[in-house]
């Protein structure tokens, strides 16, 4: 490896410790804290101290090393990550029969968890770094909530700046935080060297026999550790698998560890601290500082976590579970820095609604664990069905390996259930809320293409109608959009009819989004040449690309069609939908359908064709 490429992975690790490891970053300050009080209210006794130490390591080992930087990282998309990208591998297969439907809802069910995720996280987050102000004046403590609910608001009205401007400082910062991290677990560690003995897994295996039920439930706490787990998966497309892997090994496992490890030293000699143990572990002197470095940090987490909830909101438009919303671009280098105003407040209201109701960092972690977890499993399952499909592993080999993480995720999934009734249904309601929509606009749109192929005409039926009817022929360029490449567009047969005339040379355009995320610039656009001046143009985008019209004509006129002139009309079918007496999909969702269909974006905005340019064809559909 030259100089050059060095250099490039030194700095891609660092950006990568801002974006993918911030969440799991800020775990230290509530993750041991919930196993001693709070909700479960261990005895701070020397076997459970180690006990949860060991757990805690070999749940960082199994979970995200083993798991995700050793076996998940190899089903990539093309080189991206994620759930979405991961259920859209599975669409790409094509498996046959109910099973491949199957695994795409519970992957789309999967993806729907996170957006209660992308509300926790930084309510939990920013909460419980202020509330290290108790530790600095305790009588300031009926401040923390006020100051929460600002930064919180803050964070959420800059997302329309976009973090282009500041992206490059949250790697630098975290590294700091990641590095102070270690130095304080250091610190109390060599005080107390006898917390080492936690890296055998007897004593995590010894703690769960002693404590029977009350040991198993506080796996749901243990569980904390692994928050941002997901993102090393998602985020891979960013960064690539090596600046990942290498960070996670060398600088942040090893921080992280010793912090925890630390914190168990400091409650080894002081069992009374444990309702405060993360800023006990920080010398008077530097409370204040900390605080400050505390919250930033939660707050570059949260920002980590509000981008991810912006980008599968793009992925699942793309793909067609999501109505068309508003998709700005923050920056003008970065296509991966968007903001969508919609799913930006809905999670701001949210968020502080959470904040306003669980009031502080350990009532939220009992809301914490159920959906992440359950995201978890299915990441799991549909590895499973990829490394047995796509990468023709063998049934040993893949079952041997998915059984094991399924034990183990399972066994965290039992013991999070027992948060359902202390908070964590929210985070499944939402999940709930987010795929009905999903699945209600995907079903609704596939309705809507079936009503409207039956009422179209194939082409071959349309050029026998040119033929015969020989309409008026004006000069001009006209483009038909059209959602299918195998149809007559319903807006050109309507103008055609009621008219009587067509453009001298049309285009029939039809965008298709591609299960990968993203198509290269020589495959994106196909021309077919057919009679009577009719050219079909046929634009491929991948789910993670931003649709722009004057690309695609540019990469059309290279196929030797010219329709860039600003003369060009471009022919919309707008649907009027109403309520048909019989619902497809029953009234409640039917009525959704139409609902999501109002606020959804034109498709002429979405795809930026020059609003001046527009002519829309009206046609009346029922649901």
Not at 148 to 164: E, N, P, S, Y
Not at 590 to 600: A, D, P, Q, T, V
């Amino acid at each position: 490896m030259n100089n050059n490429e060095n250099k490039e992975l030194v700095k891609l690790s660092i950006a990568a410790l801002g974006i993918v490891f911030g969440d799991i970053g800020t775990s230290p300050l509530y993750a041991i804290k919930e196993c001693f009080s709070g909700e479960y209210g261990l005895a701070v006794s020397k076997a459970n101290v180690l006990g949860v130490l060991s757990l805690i390591f070999w749940t960082l080992i199994i979970i995200v090393t083993f798991k995700y930087l050793t076996v998940i990282l190899k089903a990539d998309n093309n080189g991206e990550g994620g759930v979405i990208a991961l259920t859209a591998l599975l669409r790409s297969l094509k498996l046959k029969g109910k099973k491949g439907i199957w695994l795409v809802l519970i992957g789309v069910f999967a993806a729907s968890m996170l957006y209660g995720d992308g509300m926790i996280t930084p309510a939990i987050s920013v909460l419980s770094a202020v509330e290290g102000i108790s530790s600095i004046a305790p009588k300031f403590s009926n401040l923390v909530i006020p100051i929460t609910i600002i930064i919180l608001t803050m964070l959420f009205l800059f997302q329309k700046r976009g973090t282009a401007k500041v992206g490059g400082f949250f790697g630098p910062i975290v590294m700091i935080w990641f590095s102070v991290l270690g130095l304080l677990g250091i610190f109390h560690i060599v005080k107390t060297p006898e917390v080492l003995m936690a890296f055998i897994p007897t004593y995590g295996i010894k703690f769960i026999i002693t404590n029977k039920i009350h040991g198993f439930i506080v796996l749901g706490a243990i569980f904390l550790v692994t928050t941002g787990a997901e993102a090393l998966y998602a985020d891979m497309g960013h960064f690539g698998i090596k600046p990942i892997k290498l960070t996670w090994l060398f600088f942040v496992l090893p921080a992280l560890v010793l912090n925890y490890f630390g914190q168990g030293a400091l409650l080894l000699k002081n069992p009374h601290l444990a309702e405060n143990v993360f800023y006990s572990l920080v010398p008077k002197w530097a409370l204040i500082p900390m605080v400050i470095l505390a919250t930033i940090a939660t707050i570059i987490a949260s920002q980590a976590v509000i981008t991810g909830s912006f980008s599968l909101t793009k992925q699942a438009i793309h793909l067609g579970y999501l109505p068309k919303f508003k998709i700005k671009h923050t920056s003008a280098s970065k296509q991966g820095q968007i903001y969508i105003p919609f799913v930006n407040y809905f999670l701001m209201i949210c968020t502080i609604l959470l904040v306003l109701e669980f009031k502080t960092a350990s009532h939220l972690a009992a809301a914490y664990g159920v959906a992440v977890n359950f995201t978890m499993i299915v990441t799991t399952i549909l590895f499973f069905v990829v490394a047995r499909n796509k990468f023709k592993w063998n049934m040993a080999k893949a079952l041997s390996i998915v059984l094991f993480l399924l034990f183990v995720e399972f066994a965290f999934f039992g013991a999070n259930l027992s948060k359902v009734s202390h908070g964590a249904w929210f985070p499944l309601l939402i999940g709930g809320i987010f795929f009905t929509i999903m699945t209600t606009w995907h079903r609704g749109r596939k309705i809507l293409a079936k009503e409207l192929h039956d009422l179209a005409l194939n082409f071959d039926e349309f050029m026998e109608i040119l033929k015969k009817e020989e309409p008026q022929r004006v000069n001009g360029k006209a483009i038909y959009l059209s959602g299918r490449d195998d149809i007559v567009p319903h807006a050109m047969r309507q103008n055609l009819k009621h008219n009587k005339i067509i453009h001298s040379e049309v285009g029939i355009l039809n965008i298709k989004i591609e299960d990968i995320p993203r198509v290269p610039s020589f495959e994106k656009v196909e021309v077919i040449k057919m009679d009577k001046g009719l050219y079909k143009i046929i634009a491929h985008f991948g789910y993670m690309e931003e649709i722009k019209m004057k690309n695609i004509l540019e990469l059309a006129f290279e196929k030797n069609i010219d329709f860039r002139d600003e003369d060009v009309s471009f022919f919309l079918g707008r649907e009027n939908l109403r309520l048909a007496e019989k619902p497809a999909m029953g009234k409640f969702r039917s009525n959704l359908f139409i609902f999501l269909s109002k606020i959804s974006m034109d498709f002429s905005t979405f795809a930026n064709i020059p609003v001046e340019q527009i002519i829309e064809i009206g046609v009346g559909l029922e649901i």
